[in-house]
């Protein structure tokens, strides 16, 4: 969007200042390696009348990931759980080499230099069938 800064870029996290812990929408329980990768790294092509748009072109290399269940489980809800059913929760020790980008207005963050399977090996601590699920705590 022509005019809008981005989002603060923390290349560490600080501490108490920047949520660690992430959640992510997935396709299935086994939570596939294609499920970490942002839209660019899995080679699909941005939408023609975004091909020029510098600051979207950036967010499509980041791997959105939300800082509350709540939001993501609303956006896989308004999509009527056609394609993530799951969401995986992330703990991101806080000396991952990880570049955090966000939050939007709807709690929306970028992660960018996350390795997939960094990413499902050691910080998926959780897979929540969301459907199911309303609430992981109840301030979310």
């Known amino acids: 969007m022509a005019g809008k800064a981005r989002p603060t870029v923390l290349r560490k996290p600080l501490e108490g ?65 056609k394609r993530w059913v799951y969401i995986g929760v992330l703990r991101i020790p806080d000396d991952a080499p990880i570049v955090y980008e966000g939050p939007d207005d709807h709690g929306r963050w970028n992660l960018y230099n996350a390795d997939p399977v960094f990413l499902k090996h ?11 699920v309303m609430a992981l705590l109840p301030e979310q």
């Open 122 to 132: 050691v910080c998926l601590i959780r897979i929540v069938h969301a459907p199911s």
């Open 17 to 81: 200042a920047l949520p660690r812990i992430f959640y992510r929408l997935l396709t299935s329980d086994q939570a596939p390696l294609d499920d970490f990768r942002s839209y660019a790294a899995l080679g699909k092509v941005p939408p023609r009348e975004k091909r020029d748009d510098s600051d979207f072109l950036h967010r499509w290399q980041g791997l959105s990931v939300y800082d509350t269940y709540r939001e993501a489980r609303r956006l896989a809800r308004a999509r009527g759980w």
